[in-house]
Each structure stands twice: as C-alpha cells, then as structure tokens.
C-alpha cells in the first residue's frame, strides 16, 4: 500500500488549502480511508473519515462545517478540502487506509497504513 499526500503549505488564518492523496497497491472502493493530523507536541487524531463504498463521511467535532472529505474512485485519490483554517489546524496531515471498514473511524488505531504526511501551517 502506499499512500502519498500533496497540497499542503503555510497560509493565514481563514484561508484554504485542499490535501490529495494518491492511493496504489491498495483496494481503494469499499475500504475506509481518512485523513489523521498530528498538531505540535499532541497526539494524532483522525479529522476526517470516509467509506468509498457509498461516500458516508464522519468528521471530528473541530472540523466540522470547515473541512470535507471527498474521493475520486477512478484516479484512486483521496481529497481533504480545508477552509477557515485556523492556528490550531496547524500540523502534519497523514493520509490512512484501512482494511475493509470496521470500528471507530475516528480512532487512528483503525487505520493500519499511512502516508508520510505533508505539512500544513496556519499562521
């Protein structure tokens, strides 16, 4: 499986940015994927989670209303679109796949692959 992000960068606060993934070696239809953040000295969480069966999405509470997740089954690509950002969305954006689509999607444990992240400041 490998997973490689893209679309990150520094912006200011209120601005945009839309993260890709590129997913290959992996069955990307009816699997979950997500997108997992590790801000400056905190722990990874998952922001947002998506089953690319039927698209149904689950979003952390602090994102909610500002970022979407969205797929593109034919390129096999996983987008985070992000707006209204903030200082505190500031960290490393990971892409992750799951085997199948089961247990917490907000939970990192239920992702076993990641990609190596791209870097997104908010100043």
């Known amino acids: 499986v490998q997973l490689v992000e893209s679309g990150g960068g520094s912006v200011q606060a209120g601005g945009s940015l839309r993260l890709s993934c590129a997913a290959s070696?992996?069955?990307?239809?009816?699997?979950?994927m997500g997108w997992v953040r590790q801000g400056p000295g905190q722990q990874r969480e998952v922001v947002a989670s998506?089953?690319?069966?039927?698209?149904?999405?689950m979003y952390t509470d602090s994102v909610k209303g500002r970022f979407t997740i969205s797929k593109d089954s034919a390129t096999t690509t996983l987008y985070l679109q992000m707006n209204a950002l903030k200082p505190d969305d500031s960290g490393m954006y990971y892409c992750?796949?799951?085997?199948?689509?089961?247990?917490?999607?907000?939970?990192?444990?239920?992702?076993?692959?990641r990609g190596q992240g791209t870097q997104v400041t908010v100043s």
């Open positions: 992750a796949a799951a085997s199948g689509c089961s247990g917490d999607l907000l939970l990192e444990s239920s992702f076993p692959y």
């Open positions: 998506i089953y690319t069966g039927d698209g149904e999405r």
């Open positions: 070696g992996y069955t990307f239809n009816g699997n979950c």
